[in-house]
């Protein structure tokens, strides 16, 4: 399966600023996925990301609070954008490997104070 | 839209216990369940994966089943261990839907 390589692991930030989180894989992969998972919640889907194309976001998520950039079959990143206290999640990138099974990452914990 | 549920939320059991963790789909028409194990703050391991077609499927002291017609998989771990502690979730791939997450369940294994 996929390896996959998030980063960072975990981030402390200011009200009001913006946070890159880059995920890195180690294979060619077609679809890309960006979760959250707030403290104590199961996962909850952001957006796909498919190479060549714009992201595809859920019901809730915009695209001027998680801009997403796909520039490859192997690299994403999701930026959080203007963050608030209520942003303070982990964030998972994941990976489908062709044959509908997901592969994450390791998350990246984010806290904003 | 698919619902995915888990029960029970939180379980606790002293070392060597067989246990069952349950897992419940709204709709049927599913192309696989996956089983993950998630360790606190970290990432998703996967455990097992049991395509439509399948019934169950076994990796070590793990074993999953999967009852499509009834919106049934359970997750049985024998002979536990302090190590299984975890929080172990369910996902279902839903054609139109991707994955959808069940709320997992936060298991203890007392030494």
């Known amino acids: 399966s996929a390896v996959i390589s998030q980063k960072p692991s975990r981030d402390i930030c200011q009200r009001g600023t913006s946070l890159t989180i880059q995920c890195q894989v180690d294979?060619?992969?077609?679809?890309m996925f960006w979760y959250r998972q707030q403290p104590g919640q199961s996962l909850t889907l952001i957006a796909t990301a498919n190479q060549g194309s714009e992201a595809t976001y859920e019901s809730g998520f915009v695209i001027d609070k998680f801009p997403i950039s796909r520039p490859n079959l192997t690299f994403s990143t999701l930026t959080v954008s203007n963050m608030s206290p209520e942003d303070s999640s982990i964030y998972l990138c994941s990976v489908e490997d062709g044959a509908n099974v997901l592969t994450f990452g390791a998350g990246s914990r984010l806290t904003v104070l | 839209k698919q619902e995915v549920t888990q029960i029970p939320a939180a379980l606790s059991v002293p070392e060597g216990e067989n246990l069952v963790l349950n897992c419940s789909f709204t709709?049927?028409?599913?192309?696989?369940l996956q089983w993950f194990r998630q360790d606190p703050g970290k990432g998703l391991t996967s455990l097992l994966l049991i395509q439509s077609s399948q019934r169950e499927q076994t990796s070590g002291r793990l074993n999953a089943s999967l009852d499509k017609s009834s919106g049934r998989s359970t997750l049985y771990i024998a002979a536990s261990q302090p190590g299984d502690s975890a929080t172990y979730l369910c996902?279902?791939?839903?054609?139109?839907?991707?994955?959808?997450f069940g709320p997992g369940t936060r298991l203890s294994v007392l030494p």
């Open positions: 996902a279902v791939w839903v054609k139109g839907q991707n994955f959808v």
């Open positions: 294979s060619q992969v077609t679809m």
């Open positions: 709709d049927s028409a599913i192309y696989n």
